[in-house]
Structure formats: structure tokens, C-alpha cells
């Protein structure tokens, strides 16, 4: 019975654990790397219907996860100069406070030929950019709608 119930803890506890991977599988790419942790998530667009989104995500991931997570989420090397720098929340960088080892990237999403007409959500367009530190290891997402 004392097993029961220690097995049965260990479940409850597991699954009531808070994961930070659930934004990362949304904005950026799934299934989520191993080594990839998020630290910081902010977003405006929960519902998914803001005509102007804005998502600030930033997370750790090993060399080669992360070299996966650009290839996986298709992303494109671009000049750090192009990349936007919004001040952002507590613990944000911007790119243009990154070293000169830093790599950057963007994707851009455009709404898909609607089948229904029900416009709500289907018209927008919008941005997002992936910044590497010098080190290889940090990465910061920014989801820009505006």
C-alpha cells in the first residue's frame, strides 16, 4: 500500500511540475529539443487573434540543438542591423547588445489562402527573430506583429 501510495505522489508531483517548454513548441519549433530550457516568456497574443503580437522568449539549448532548432524552424541568416531591438522585459538582450560572434535570423509568416471566410485571426502577417550570443548557447525569439 505504502508503494501505492509513494508511486502514486511521484505521478501527482510529476505531472503538476510546471514546464517551461510548452511557448518554445508553439513559437518556435516541436518536438522541443532535450537540452532547450526557457527562461523568459512574455506575450501579448494568447488567444492567437492580436492583430499585433508580440512575444519575447528567450532560452538556453546545446550547439547542436540549437543548430537543429534553425534548421527545424527554418530560419534564415540574417544581419544583426536588420533585426529590431525592443527594449523588452526584465532579463531581455537585444540583438544589438550582443558580441560580434552573434548570429541572427528571421522568418516571416503570411496568412494562408482562406478556404472559410471567417477573417478573425486569418489576415495577419507577421515577423520573428532568433539571436544567438557569441557563446552558441543562448538564443532569444521575437515574435514582432507590429
Do not use: K
Not at 93 to 99: F, I, S, W, Y
Not at 100 to 117: E, F, T
Amino acid at each position: 500500500m505504502a508503494a501505492r501510495v509513494g508511486a502514486l505522489a511521484l505521478l501527482i508531483a510529476y505531472l503538476t511540475q510546471p514546464d517551461g517548454n510548452p511557448p518554445f513548441a508553439r513559437f518556435i519549433c516541436s518536438p522541443v529539443p532535450p537540452s532547450v530550457r526557457v527562461h523568459l516568456v512574455q506575450n501579448n497574443d494568447w488567444l492567437g487573434v492580436n492583430p499585433e503580437p508580440v512575444c519575447y522568449l528567450g532560452f538556453t539549448a546545446s550547439p547542436e540543438d540549437m543548430a537543429s532548432v534553425i534548421a527545424t524552424a527554418r530560419f534564415e541568416r540574417v544581419t544583426n542591423g536588420s533585426i529590431p531591438v525592443p527594449a523588452g522585459p526584465n532579463g531581455w538582450r537585444p540583438a544589438d547588445q550582443l558580441g560580434p560572434g552573434a548570429r541572427g535570423y528571421s522568418r516571416v509568416h503570411a496568412p494562408p489562402v482562406p478556404r472559410i471566410r471567417l477573417y478573425i485571426g486569418n489576415n495577419r502577417r507577421w515577423s520573428e527573430y532568433l539571436w544567438v550570443d557569441e557563446t552558441g548557447t543562448n538564443a532569444y525569439f521575437l515574435l514582432w506583429g507590429i
